[in-house]
């Protein structure tokens, strides 16, 4: 008695996350859409571009309308740093912490003359650029910014959250992590 | 020698607090009711449908002027990078191929991110070249290159947008007169 081999049945392709393309893509909107609308800044604000901010956050302009109006005052709780204000070196490793407390996924946004590029402190003690210690996301230009200014940088970088994809923002957060390193 | 400010003498209704208390409530929540239902009263701005309409004097982007030809006004002196106190503009001159121009800038560029707004090179400019009146004050990007605008930039404005009958729009910020805005443009020499 001879058994014929069976014919192999047609490869079932291995469950991975390009062929879940449908599910995949609609969490991703969902998520994406969760987290752009759901913004807690944290502000750190150092000088008079924390006092446009309150601006901001105020009924007149009114971030709210974001759904970035929940200012949280504890890194943890946070997902984007709003600096806003002058960094000097030695405040350089409090923003270096803060920001390594923040839980990912986190963004940054870098508001004004001073934190965006030192502004005209040209001088051994101003940091000529957040972007030295931690990477930003954003930048806002102006003495201080107008609070138009800031609505805009929110809503550039809900752009921008839109356009990541959740899966890969972990591994994303350990590059950005890997990519800077502390001066001091 | 100390001036005496007599306290408001409370009748008794007052003196219970109870009915004053209340009259202020309703005075919060009569603002509260207006800026809920009438339009009249509401505070906020929705700013990406409806933007604030800025002065034409506020501080905002630069713009290069125009001569009649459409080359920069600018004559490459270095008044304006020098008045600078961020050092944000960069010059590069070269000799004008007209004989009555002595240098015009071939290189011309500003890093807004550096730029404080404070309107010293609209002040330093000996030929009203810069001004400071194009109402863009929102300048946001998620790089620091994009923020350096160069000369076609700078040039790059509507006249459409500096109506030459509107003196406003003719007087640069803190730097040329009405009467010099006016006598240039009824000499027509250059917009």
């Keep these: 008695m001879t058994f014929k081999p069976v014919p192999s049945a047609p490869a079932i392709p291995e469950p991975s996350l390009e062929h879940a393309g449908v599910f995949l893509s609609s969490a991703e909107a969902l998520v994406n859409w969760s987290r752009r609308n759901s913004l807690w800044p944290f502000p750190f604000g150092t000088a008079c571009c924390g006092i446009e901010f309150m601006g901001v956050v105020s009924s007149m302009y009114d971030i709210s309308r974001f759904g970035a109006e929940l200012v949280r005052f504890s890194p943890r709780q946070a997902d984007v740093i709003i600096i806003a204000g002058t960094v000097t070196y030695k405040q350089a490793p409090v923003l270096r912490r803060i920001y390594d407390q923040m839980c990912d996924p986190k963004w940054v946004i870098a508001a004004g003359a001073c934190a965006t590029s030192g502004g005209f402190y040209d001088c051994y003690c101003t940091m000529p650029g957040i972007d030295e210690v931690i990477p930003v996301d954003i930048y806002i230009a102006g003495c201080p910014p107008r609070p138009e200014a800031f609505l805009e940088g929110i809503i550039q970088l809900q752009k921008k959250i839109d356009g990541e994809k959740f899966r890969d923002s972990r591994a994303m957060g350990a590059e950005r992590r890997a990519t800077t390193t502390v001066a001091a | ?191």
């Design chain 2, 1 to 191: 020698m100390a001036k005496v400010v007599p306290r408001p003498e409370l009748n008794f209704w007052e003196r219970i607090y109870f009915i004053e208390i209340f009259k202020g409530l309703a005075t919060t929540l009569g603002h509260a009711r207006k800026g809920l239902t009438d339009p009249a009263h509401f505070p906020t701005v929705n700013y990406p449908e409806e933007k604030p309409e800025l002065p034409r004097d506020y501080r905002a982007r630069h713009r290069l002027m125009k001569r009649a030809d459409g080359s920069p006004r600018c004559v490459a002196c270095y008044m304006c990078s020098t008045a600078c106190p961020a050092r944000c503009i960069n010059i590069v001159a070269e000799t004008s191929p007209d004989r009555h121009i002595e240098k015009r800038p071939v290189k011309f560029e500003i890093d807004l991110l550096l730029c404080v707004f404070c309107g010293y090179c609209v002040e330093a400019c000996p030929c009203d070249a810069i001004r400071m009146d194009t109402k863009l004050g929102v300048m946001v990007h998620d790089n620091r290159a994009d923020f350096v605008i160069d000369k076609t930039k700078l040039m790059d404005w509507d006249p459409k947008d500096y109506p030459v009958d509107d003196l406003t729009s003719q007087s640069a910020p803190g730097g040329a007169r009405h009467a010099d805005a006016l006598a240039r443009l009824q000499s027509g020499s250059d917009h």
